[in-house]
């Protein structure tokens, strides 16, 4: 069975940072990895999705990368503003077409 | 326009009715989903549909009944609630399953049932 682990739970950081957010998986067998964004009492908006033939993608200040060998993704927020503030979740869509999500990691961007 | 909409939006009830959530997306997606977010914001699949077939039934209790009466809606009814039934409920779709096509899915603003 596929585990998606995400570190770290929570992070809080000033304005303007550079950040880096972890997801790993147990099984490589992926077809794509996603990230999506959570904003409370709201549903999940996709961000970016990395096929598993690609190694990274861009979106303005968000870039993903992907590492199927290691089982590893990040997700790189540029410039950090506090309207990133959100939970940010990766899923990776595997056996059977299940989607497997992360637990999560809940971002604060203070002004 | 919203492309993947829900309803209710909250529901409350008491344990052991029966109650029905509804969901439509205006997307022209194949595939729909029903995920279930717990009080730690784990989510978890429990149904997908592809052009009305059931093609994932997570081990949810039977109590669950999924009903697509087309492509673009997926209805979840729910028997005997109990209190362990209290969570956030996601409806999405994606214009294909992911073995045959890399489209991210679009998720509805989920529905917050309460058991009292």
């Known amino acids: 069975k596929q585990e998606v682990t995400q570190i770290p739970a929570a992070l809080s950081v000033p304005e303007g940072e550079n950040l880096v957010l972890n997801c790993s998986f147990t099984d490589s067998a992926i077809y794509n990895l996603q990230w999506f964004r959570q904003d409370p009492g709201k549903g999940l908006t996709s961000l970016l999705l990395i096929q598993s033939s690609q190694r990274e993608q861009t979106s303005g200040r968000l870039n993903a990368s992907l590492d199927k060998s290691s089982g590893r993704s990040t997700l790189y927020i540029a410039a950090s503003q506090p309207g990133d503030s959100a939970t940010y979740l990766c899923?990776?869509?595997?056996?059977?077409?299940?989607?497997?999500f992360g637990s999560g990691t809940k971002l604060n961007v203070k002004p | 326009d919203t492309a993947v909409s829900q309803t209710p939006k909250y529901l409350v009830t008491q344990m052991g009715n029966d109650k029905s959530i509804k969901c439509e997306q205006n997307?022209?997606?194949?595939?729909m989903y029903w995920y279930k977010q717990d009080s730690k914001k784990f989510l978890k699949i429990m149904f997908s549909y592809n052009n009305k077939e059931l093609i994932i039934n997570e081990t949810v209790p039977n109590r669950f009944s999924p009903k697509s009466p087309d492509k673009a809606h997926l209805n979840l009814h729910i028997n005997s609630l109990e209190l362990g039934d209290s969570a956030v409920y996601f409806c999405a779709s994606s214009q294909a399953r992911p073995s045959i096509s890399n489209q991210p899915q679009h998720f509805g603003d989920g529905t917050r049932l309460s058991i009292l």
């Open positions: 997307l022209g997606h194949d595939t």
């Open positions: 899923a990776a869509p595997y056996n059977f077409n299940k989607f497997y």
